[in-house]
């Protein structure tokens, strides 16, 4: 699956409970789930971070639908020459 098709999904999903909660509401709740993932990662809870890192991934995809951003047109953006900074990859910055 690609980027813009999971983006795609969780719209369908989630797109208008998490439109209506808006912006902010939305960025809270990302926010929980990077730090249960956080939580998993500093507990090493190997069991838990597939699904938590799926959460995140969902949460920022519906943020940045929210938001009006395409993120797999933006990450390929930024991203498609290497290092933002140095265009290197791997990155060269000290």
């Avoid at 597939?50 to 959460?55: L, T, Y």
């Avoid at 995140?56 to 995809?61: D, F, I, P, R």
Wanted: one cysteine or more.
């Amino acid at each position: 699956m690609q980027i813009a098709e999971f983006q795609k999904l969780i719209e369908d999903i989630y797109y208008q409970r998490d439109a209506a909660r808006g912006l902010a509401g939305t960025h809270m709740w990302f926010c929980e789930e990077v730090g249960e993932l956080t939580r998993a990662l500093r507990r090493n809870q190997r069991e838990e971070l597939e699904g938590e890192f799926a959460d995140v991934l969902a949460w920022l995809s519906t943020l940045a639908s929210i938001a009006g951003i395409d993120l797999q047109a933006a990450a390929a953006k930024k991203y498609a020459e290497g290092c933002p900074r140095c265009a290197a990859t791997p990155c060269g910055c000290p």
